[in-house]
């Protein structure tokens, strides 16, 4: 099946490199040569007009050249693997659809080392911190080898350092599996098995992993993550996540409000519709695009491509996916700022399910920085947004992504994204400090001139003027009511359960006499708090509906 289904894939690298490549470069282990490397797209074709959007002119159909594989080699009928996932929730969520694929192939789960015959290694490249770890991995999983097995190196890291992980000394891994090549994983792993180092970093128009079932990893957990969107066409120059991920695409709604109605029938109370880019969702499948439904992005905000219009909305799929059940919280992420248009920021208001807690990541407080980080609006313009969404949901808890350190970015400005971390009063932020990436934009036009040690002083003022808010915004909270969708018992105390409020708070509550699980929705009064979490006293079980009946 997946033979028939990769005949449709094109490579990003493909379409924009000038060089050929092969679909899918696989290599005997001795001539390293033959490994054919691909490059990934450049800024041009992220652009406006740029002809080589014409993709069926220049994209020639993709021949699979590779040594017939019987179904019984390809089989993994007796065979264990290990899942290591490391990187961001669309990695977790990846690792589900490998789960997912390899079990269809025969393969079964161990969580013991020495029992697997395949390690899969689930990989980021965000910061070079997070490839470091991969290669440290690697290296300690050579060490620990004690009989022949396959080390294959999936996502994000897969698709950047490609080849360069096959021939690293030491043979420290056999297949290479970027992030829309999944389906071929039973072919690889059978490569490797047969003494063949393997690869496939072919990236994909159109795969979105719609029709395969994601296997979590603790099936009794009440929260779950859907992939709605894959890739990223904003191309913020710092990022790699364009290069690794490749364009944006949708799968079609009812593919995911199916997904979310079987999650449902399981039991799942908490769904997180996930993407690189989740609200510049559109689904552009024939049943949509004669809607003509056009996305719409927010006033004075711009992008590298211009405004895509057709196929149903963010909005459209919001509306459906929290109508398969009003008892099931929906949470997003990862979104942009660009694509919050009204009827969004709306919905989030009416529809009581839907949590009002909305990711804003700024990157910055400064105006020359953000233009240089190409994220296509000012302060200002973002300033506006964090009142258009204050104004209609008063109640709403903002969350942020900040860079410290950012090329040219001057003291002046990393106060200005200090102050605006206290202006906007944000109800958590994650702060990185800048990680220059090869093959990004910044890397190509301009100079990493922040001291490393600067990096880390204005990553540590950042981290700490937020808890400052977050503390204040926690404490202030003392004597009120959150409703908490309990998750689990507390790791820090024996006699407590730890959930989230609709704000997307951690919130521990003390069980005394009232059992309580993973599922219940619990009505608890705040009585402390730290920058992270709040603590709260529990006062009766609920209900979204009574909840908000009761408000
Ligand atoms: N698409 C999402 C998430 C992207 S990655 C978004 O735009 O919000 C998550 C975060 O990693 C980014 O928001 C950014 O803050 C951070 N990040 C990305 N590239 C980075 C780099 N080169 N160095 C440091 N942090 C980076
Ligand atoms: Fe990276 Fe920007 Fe895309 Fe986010 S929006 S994934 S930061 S390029
Ligand atoms: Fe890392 Fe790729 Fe996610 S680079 S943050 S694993 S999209």
């Known amino acids: 099946m997946f033979l028939r289904k990769r005949s449709l894939f094109v490579s990003i690298g493909q379409l924009f490199s000038e060089r050929t490549c092969s679909q899918v470069a696989s290599q005997s282990s001795k001539p390293e040569s033959k490994i054919k490397i691909q490059n990934g797209p450049g800024l041009s074709h992220f652009l406006k007009n740029n002809p080589s959007k014409r993709r069926e002119k220049i994209f020639p159909a993709v021949v699979d050249t590779h040594a017939y594989i019987s179904p019984d080699q390809i089989s993994g009928e007796g065979k264990k693997v290990m899942l290591v996932t490391f990187g961001c929730q669309m990695n ?60 294959a190196v999936l996502g994000c890291m897969a698709e950047r350092v490609k080849s360069t992980l096959l021939t690293a000394p030491g043979d420290l891994c056999q297949v290479v599996a970027g992030p829309d090549s999944y389906r071929d994983l039973p072919r690889l792993l059978a490569l490797s098995r047969s003494g063949t180092k393997a690869m496939n970093v072919q990236l994909s128009f159109e795969e979105t992993y719609a029709d395969v079932s ?53 039991g799942v109370k908490q769904i997180t519709l996930l993407g690189q880019n989740v609200n510049s969702y559109r689904d552009t499948s024939e049943s949509s695009i004669s809607l003509g439904v056009d996305s719409k992005m927010v006033d004075g905000f711009s ?36 694509d919050f248009p009204t009827e969004v920021i709306t919905l989030i208001k009416e529809r009581k399910n839907i949590c009002n807690q909305i990711h804003l990541p700024a990157q910055s407080g400064d105006d020359k920085v953000l233009e240089a980080m190409g994220r296509g609006y000012s302060r200002e313009t973002y300033l506006s947004l964090v009142s258009h969404i204050k104004n209609v949901i008063p109640d709403v808890c903002l969350t942020s992504d900040f860079i410290a350190g950012f090329c040219g970015e001057t003291e002046e400005a990393h106060q200005n994204t200090l102050n605006l971390i206290r202006e906007v009063d944000y109800s958590f932020c994650f702060v990185f400090p800048y990680s220059m990436r090869e093959g990004t934009r910044a890397h190509r036009r301009l100079v990493d001139d922040v001291p490393e040690e600067i990096k880390m002083k204005r990553h540590e003022e950042l981290a700490s003027v937020f808890r400052e808010v977050t503390l204040r915004r926690n404490l202030s909270r003392i004597g009120e009511t959150e409703l908490v969708l309990v998750e689990g018992r507390s790791k820090r105390s024996a006699n407590a359960v730890s959930g989230r409020s609709d704000g997307g708070i951690v919130v521990i509550i003390e069980e005394r006499d009232k059992k309580i699980h993973a599922g219940d929705y619990v009505v608890a009064k705040i009585t402390g708090g730290t920058s992270q979490t709040m603590i709260g006293e529990y006062i009766s079980h609920s209900s979204i509906r009574e909840y908000d009946n009761l408000r």
């Open 92 to 151: 977790v969520n990846d690792m589900e659809i490998v789960r997912g694929l390899l079990v269809q192939n025969g393969y079964s789960e161990t969580t013991v080392e020495s029992e697997a015959d395949a390690i899969l290694i689930m990989t980021c490249s965000i910061r070079d911190g997070a490839e470091e770890k991969i290669w440290n991995r690697l290296k300690h999983l050579k060490k620990s080898q004690r009989r022949p097995r396959t080390i």
């Open 214 to 266: 994601p296997v979590r990893v603790d099936a009794d957990s009440k929260s779950a993550f859907v992939s709605i969107m894959r890739g990223c066409d904003n191309m913020c120059t710092y990022c790699i996540v364009p290069f690794t991920r490749g364009r944006e695409r949708s799968r079609p709604i009812d593919s995911i409000v199916d997904e979310v109605r079987r999650l449902r029938d399981e």
């Open 303 to 338: 992008t590298v491509y211009g405004q895509k219009s057709g196929g149903r909305s963010f909005a459209t799929l919001l509306d459906n996916v929290s109508r398969v059940d009003d008892e099931m919280r929906i949470r997003f992420t990862s979104p942009h700022p660009k």
